[in-house]
C-alpha cells in the first residue's frame, strides 16, 4: 500500500534524475475557461511523459541482482518508454510487451531506448498479462506493472507533491486537479501526495467518451469495465478498468471523473501548441480539454490539468493543427 | 550600460512573473550532436519568447507617470509580444509598430494582449526607428527599443543568471552558449550574465544564412550590415545589423557566430517536437540546428542552445514536420 513516505522516498530516488517540470498558463487559455488554467506539463518529462517517474522509482527500488536479470513491462506505450528509459540508466535488460497497433513513434522510441520489444495482438483478443506473465516468468524477469503497483504509485506520486508546491507558489489552495486516467496509477498517486500536502487540492479523473471505465466505476462505488480495448486516439489512457489497488485509493480520495470527446482532445492539443508551445499526444490533452470545454462541470478560481504527455505520431499532431489551430 | 548589478536588479523585478524555463536535453539529440545537447527552452516564457524578460524589466523601471502615458515598442513580433504583456499587467497603454509581413499569429497575439498596433511596411523601404519615434513624439510615449536599450538587455540578461545555475547543476562548467541572435540583445545580456557568474560559459550567436550580420561583423571587428531585411523564415532574428550598443558587448564576450540554413532550423523544429515535446519557431530553433548540425564548429562535451521562441504560425509548423518529423 503506497504511503505518503513511500512518494517521498521514491521522490528522494528520482532526485536529479527526473524534471521538476513546469506549470504553464496563459491568458489566452484562461479566457475559454472563464477560469485560470494551470497546465502541469508532464510532457517536457524525460520519455515525454510521467512514466518516467513511476518507472524510475520501480527500477532503483529493486534489489541489484533481480536488477542485473532484468526488468519486464507492458505498455501501449509510455509506460513502456519510461521502464525502458529507468533500465538503460541502471544498465538493467528491458523487456517490453506492446500492443502491435500502438503508435509507431512509441514503439521505435521504445526500441531506441535499447528494450528488447515483444509486439502482440491487442484487437484479436490476447491479453497482455498472460504475453508478460510468460515472458516474466521464462526469463527472470521482474515484472514492473504499469499503474497496479505500490512503487509505480509511489512514483507517479512526485508529480503531486511537485503540483503541491507550485499550487502554492500560485496562491492556489482550492482546486480541482484534473488527471488523465487509464489504470489511475498517476491519479492515485497524485491524490495520495495531495492528501498530505494540500488536502483542498481534489484530483479528478479525465476519459475519453467510450473508455470512461474510471468515471463509471466511482459514480457507481464498484469497478465498471469498458466494452472496447482500443479504438480511440487517447491510445495512452485506455484500460479495461480502473485497477485493484488503484480504484480503491481513486475512490476515498477523488471527485468525480470528467468525460471529453476525441474532438475536444484534438482541439485542446491545438490550443496547447498556440498558447503554451508545448506538444501534447490525444491522452495527454484530455485534462487540458475538461479544463476549457467543461467549464460548468468544475469549481473554483483555478483549475490545474496535468498535461501527462507528448508522444505522439506527426501526422496525427499535424491533423490536430490543420483542423484547430 | 548595463552591470551584473543592473541584471540581478531585473531578475528581482521579474520575480514571481517571468517564467524560470527549463533546461530540457533527449539522449536522442546527444546522439545526434556527439555531446551532451542541453535546450534552455525560452519557448516556454510567457507570451511564447524570452522578449517578455526585456519588456518587463523596461515596463517596470518606468516613473508611474510614464508609464500611466503609456509605451511604445517596434517589432517584427517577439519584442511586440513581451513588451504588449508587461504593459498590460502594468496597466500601461502599449502601441505597437510592426512590419505588415510579419507572422499573422505575433500580430494577432499582440492585438489580443491589449495593444494597438500600427503595420508599416518593411519591405518598400520605410523605418520602422523613423514610424515608432514619430508615434512616440506624437502621443508621450516611452520608446521601448528591442535591443539597444540597457534595461531590455538587463532583462534578457536574466536568462543567463538561470543558465548559470542550471549549468552547474548539471555539471556543466565550460560549454559553448549558442543564442539565436537578431540584434544582439539577448546575446550580449546573456553574457553579461555569464561574465560575471561562469565565466567558462562563452556564449556564440547564431543566425540564418543570408543575415549573418553578426557573424561577420563580429569576424571584421566592426559593424556590418545585412544586404536585405526579410526574405527568411526565421523573421525572428533578422535585423539589419548588431545594435550600437550590444555590439561591444558582443565584441568582448562572444566567440565567433555560427550560421545555419533555414532547411537546417525546419528540421531542428522537427526534432525538437519528436524529442523534446516543444513548439519552436524557425528563428528560435536556429540555435537547436547549429548544436545538432554544426558539431565540428563546437568545443567540449555538452552544448546550451537557448531555443529562444515558439510563434510560429501552424502551417509553417506543419511543414517541419510533414519534411522532417
Not at 36 to 50: D, I, M, N, P, W
Not at 182 to 198: D, K, Q, V, W, Y
Not at 297 to 310: C, D, L, M, N, S
Request: net charge neutral; proline share 6%.
Amino acid at each position: 500500500m503506497t504511503s505518503i513516505a513511500m512518494i517521498e522516498a521514491a521522490a528522494a530516488r528520482l532526485k536529479g534524475h527526473a524534471r521538476l517540470t513546469p506549470m504553464l498558463s496563459s491568458p489566452f487559455l484562461d479566457e475559454i475557461a472563464g477560469r485560470r488554467v494551470f497546465v502541469k506539463a508532464e510532457c517536457l518529462q524525460h520519455t515525454g511523459s510521467f512514466k518516467f517517474r513511476g518507472g524510475w522509482s520501480a527500477v532503483s527500488a529493486l534489489p541489484s541482482e533481480a536488477r542485473a536479470r532484468g526488468v519486464l513491462a507492458y505498455s501501449s506505450g509510455n509506460h513502456a518508454q519510461g521502464v525502458a528509459a529507468a533500465a538503460k540508466a541502471h544498465k538493467a535488460p528491458a523487456v517490453i510487451v506492446m500492443p502491435a497497433d500502438a503508435p509507431q513513434l512509441k514503439i521505435q522510441n521504445t526500441r531506441d531506448l535499447g528494450a528488447e520489444v515483444v509486439l502482440y495482438d491487442r484487437v484479436g483478443g490476447e491479453s497482455r498479462e498472460a504475453v508478460g506473465a510468460r515472458q516474466a516468468g521464462e526469463r527472470g524477469l521482474a515484472l514492473i506493472k504499469p499503474y497496479d503497483e505500490p512503487l509505480v504509485i509511489a512514483g507517479q506520486g512526485t508529480c503531486g507533491l511537485e503540483i503541491a508546491e507550485q499550487a502554492a507558489a500560485e496562491g492556489i489552495t482550492r482546486a480541482d486537479i484534473l488527471v488523465n486516467c487509464g489504470g489511475g496509477g498517476l491519479s492515485s498517486g497524485i491524490a495520495l501526495a495531495l492528501e498530505a500536502r494540500a488536502p483542498d487540492l481534489r484530483v479528478r479523473p479525465v476519459e475519453p467518451e467510450g473508455f470512461d471505465d474510471v468515471t463509471r466505476s466511482l459514480a457507481a462505488g464498484e469497478i465498471r469495465q469498458n466494452p472496447s480495448q482500443s479504438g480511440s486516439i487517447c491510445d495512452a489512457i485506455l484500460t479495461p478498468q480502473p485497477g485493484e489497488i488503484t480504484f480503491p485509493i481513486l475512490s476515498r480520495l477523488c471527485g468525480p471523473g470528467l468525460v471529453i470527446t476525441e474532438e475536444e482532445a484534438m482541439r485542446a492539443m491545438a490550443l496547447a501548441f498556440l498558447r503554451l508551445k508545448i506538444v501534447l499526444e490525444p491522452g495527454g490533452a484530455a485534462s487540458l480539454a475538461a479544463a476549457l470545454f467543461r467549464p460548468d462541470k468544475i469549481g473554483g478560481e483555478a483549475v490545474i490539468a496535468v498535461a501527462t504527455g507528448g508522444n505522439v505520431d506527426a501526422a496525427l499532431f499535424q491533423e490536430a493543427l490543420s483542423r484547430y489551430a
